[in-house]
């Protein structure tokens, strides 16, 4: 049997390889405006930023006088 | 094999068979009712991250569809409804579909709890595992009450969106749900009534076939019964108001009479007519539900301007 350089199973997989190449195309394109409005609207405190304030915070005392 | 010809077999997997795996007639139903959950949440998304959250909680309950599908392939080809299916009739092999719904379930759950947060994604990992293992694994081919327990599953999605906007579940969500897990059963067995089965065959136990239709009528009636409840106490909610209840009281009312009817019908008359009266209560199920979620995204667009 000859071997074509379209062989026949190119030809019936295209339908499949085109959808599952659309999707993936979509699936990036998602991942990345998801990215752009987590990072833009990004004003959600990160654990890490509670390092920025390190050290222990001792309020003062409200009412009374410091012995 | 190394051989071109082993690619040869001529019933080789096509795009649209993948996509029959995740049974779109059943995700178009999630859409909606995440959609409507989503958007009746007091606290709103960002419309990308909505409708990625909207995407991935449809490919979840897809997901869990192709896995559905992946175990009961047995009886899928037993019986006539479910014969055309992709694995029953050979266009897709089953391990593909194990794969497909594996790799769909995971990645519709990480990207729900990236998008959104963690609670929503564990709700739709939940639903997937309650739908495979407890529904199609467990329940679906032990007990006559299958149809109720497998209703679970399709009342989680506006739940899941409810919790993807807010992050916690509330009154709201939990009254989502009961809304279409209580609506499941009247109207399962509304269709079970007149579609004539071959779940006998295939041994899956339906309230009709292991109890008969007598029994199966009064369920219908005193199902409905317990749905109503529910359907109204939505409208005492923070999302419901005056229009809600209008509509649900009218929808109410006309469900009930409906399966009063189907609970009083003859059997000789039903066959007589063509089971006429079963198919319209099954018709106007579908109507009952898709209305009162339509309500609800009424009532939000009038917070919405301020109406209300």
Redesign the interface.
Known sequence: ?A?HVE???HR??F??N???GLVLAGFVA?VF??T??KVT?GARPHANDAKQNSGTFVEPAKTGTQP | MTDIRSFEHHHEAQFGDYVQLLKPRVMSLVVFTALVGLLVAPVSLHPVEAFTAVLFIALGGGASGALNMWWDADIDAIMRRTQSRPIPSGRVQPGEALAIGLALSGISVVMLALATNVLAGALLAFTIFFYVVIYSVWLKRITPQNIVIGGAAGAFPPMIGWVAATGSVSLEAALMFMLIFMWTPPHFWALALFMKSDYGDAKVPMLTETHGRRVTRAHVWWYTVALVPFALALGFTSIGGNVYLAASVLLNALFLRGAWKIWHQDEDAAIADGYKLEKSVFRFSLIYLFLHFTALLVEAGLRGMGGI
Do not use: K, P, Q
């Open positions: 049997m071997i062989h026949d199973m019936r997989r339908s499949r085109l959808g599952l998602l405006a998801l752009v409005v609207n």
